[in-house]
């Protein structure tokens, strides 16, 4: 009798919740109830709106405060001026070792990537643009560049340097660095031919210590 009884009063309980929700006439295409809403809806602003002007007509300043950093960007504060590269040269230090073959050998491949075009395969300023009326650079090989510090090649790659525009936007910052390793390894034995099948071979199969973006900037 009991269970019967239990079973009548679940029915009832089942009854009155379709009765509830036929009452509520639910309609999905209308927005719920909120209950104490609060945060939940902030203002939207859109990516080239006015900027909001309160109600005392303050213009309320967007902009970043003068000397704040974007997260992830590391300035380069030389000004591309001789006199800035020359600076860059006494301050900047290399920070990639010059005698793991697997960074010599992405050293390589970004030269072959981006270098070879006008400085030639072997750094004598010969490369195939310079047949199509791009104007020769200088020998990587010749005193000049021999002379000159890690840090003034990293602020011509940076930078650029009159003829030659600035890299920062293709080379990476440890990239800059690799690619002034595999120079001097040119320099220092200019006539073993340069690992570029080394750099070919890293197309197929990029290595360990292959580019990672750019998020740094300049
Ligand atoms: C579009 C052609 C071009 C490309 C590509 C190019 N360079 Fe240059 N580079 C030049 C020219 C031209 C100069 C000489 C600029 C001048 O007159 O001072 C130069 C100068 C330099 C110098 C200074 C040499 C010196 O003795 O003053 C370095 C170092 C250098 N380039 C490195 C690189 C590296 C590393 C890359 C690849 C990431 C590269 N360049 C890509 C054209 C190019």
């Not at 079973?7 to 309609?27: E, K």
């Not at 003068?66 to 800035?84: N, R």
């Not at 072959?112 to 009326?133: E, K, M, N, P, R």
């Amino acid at each position: 009798m009991g269970s019967v009884r239990l079973n009548l009063l679940l029915i009832l309980v089942l009854a009155g919740m379709i009765g509830v929700q036929w009452l509520l006439l639910p309609d999905p295409s209308r927005r719920n109830w909120e209950f104490l809403p609060d945060m939940v809806e902030s203002p939207a602003r859109g990516a080239q709106a006015p900027v909001p002007t309160l109600a005392d007509g303050t213009v309320v300043d967007l902009r970043p405060p003068p000397g704040s950093v974007a997260k992830g960007f590391i300035p380069l504060q030389y000004p591309a001026t001789p006199e800035g590269a020359l600076l860059a040269g006494r301050e900047l230090v290399n920070h990639i070792p010059v005698d793991d073959s697997d960074e010599v050998t992405r050293g390589a491949f970004v030269y072959a990537t981006f270098c070879t075009v006008c400085h030639g395969a072997g750094g004598h300023g010969d490369g195939t643009a310079t047949q199509l009326g791009v104007p020769p650079p200088p020998s990587l090989l010749a005193d000049h560049a021999m002379e000159m510090s890690d840090g003034q090649m990293y602020h011509v790659v940076s930078l650029g340097q009159a003829n030659m525009a600035s890299y920062a936007s293709q080379v990476t910052r440890d990239d800059r660095w690799r690619v002034i390793n595999y120079i001097r390894a040119l320099q220092r034995a200019p006539e073993a031919p340069p690992p570029l099948e080394a750099a070919e071979a890293l197309r197929e199969e990029p290595s360990e210590v292959a580019a990672e973006g750019n998020p740094e900037g300049t």
